[in-house]
T-cell receptor, first 111, second 116 residues
Framework: KAGVTQTPRYLIKTRGQQVTLSCSPI?????VSWYQQTPGQGLQFLFE???????NKGNFPGRFSGRQFSNSRSEMNVSTLELGDSALYLC??????????FGPGTRLTVL | DQQVKQNSPSLSVQEGRISILNCDYT??????FLWYKKYPAEGPTFLIS?????DKNEDGRFTVFLNKSAKHLSLHIVPSQPGDSAVYFC???????????????FGQGTILTVHP
């Protein structure tokens, strides 16, 4: 089975812009979770989607949003980018309650 | 409020010896625990997990121990190999609304270096 794929792998944006990141889960997996990794805060949960519905949400401002499509692919969007949004954004897919398989991540740099 | 803590930022071990990585948690609602290994610029790779109804789980060279009363878990790697050098994260989950385990709460990670 192919693993979790994320596109793009690297992205450079400027403050105030918006960005959309994409995640394709492992075939058959219906749950997709997103995480942000920064040197200061570590790995933090953003949100989880299951069958096109947001099932769980972390403590991030409303500038961070996501959605899931009928084929389980997911996108996350960050609007009005700030310097502090520079991070590695990780997507994980799950086919059963206790497993999460991570993609390689998207490295976002905000200038 | 850091609910999952890995108090050792780094650990250095000789090849062939045991590596012990520790993790403490504060949230009593956590009922499933996982260990991940991560290389720079890659996503975490799942290593081993344990349910709160168990106190030990083994998979090859990796063993995870859970002490619920102390809210403490540890990962033992025996024998350690240079290829084990990476950042190790412990993570915990709790059932949300009776359905979802989709939120993992991670520790800050421990950098393991195994010297040949």
């Amino acid at each position: 089975k192919a693993g979790v794929t994320q596109t793009p792998r690297y992205l450079i944006k400027t403050r105030g812009q918006q960005v959309t990141l994409s995640c394709s889960p492992i075939s058959g997996h219906r749950s997709v979770s997103w995480y942000q990794q920064t040197p200061g805060q570590g790995l933090q949960f953003l949100f989880e989607y299951f069958s096109e519905t947001q099932r769980n949400k972390g403590n991030f401002p409303g500038r961070f949003s996501g959605r899931q499509f009928s084929n389980s692919r997911s996108e996350m969007n960050v609007s009005t980018l700030e310097l502090g949004d520079s991070a590695l954004y990780l997507c994980a897919s799950s086919g059963s309650p206790h497993e999460q398989f991570f993609g390689p991540g998207t490295r976002l740099t905000v200038l | 409020d850091q609910q999952v803590k890995q108090n050792s930022p780094s650990l250095s071990v000789q090849e062939g010896r045991i590596s012990i990585l520790n993790c403490d948690y504060t949230n009593s609602m956590f009922d499933y625990f996982l260990w991940y290994k991560k290389y720079p610029a890659e996503g975490p790779t799942f290593l081993i997990s344990i349910s709160s109804i168990k106190d030990k789980n083994e998979d090859g060279r990796f063993t995870v121990f859970l002490n619920k009363s102390a809210k403490h878990l540890s990962l033992h790697i025996v024998p350690s190999q240079p290829g084990d050098s990476a950042v190790y994260f412990c993570a915990a989950s709790a059932r949300a609304g009776g359905t979802s385990y989709g939120k993992l709460t991670f520790g800050q990670g421990t950098i393991l270096t195994v010297h040949p």
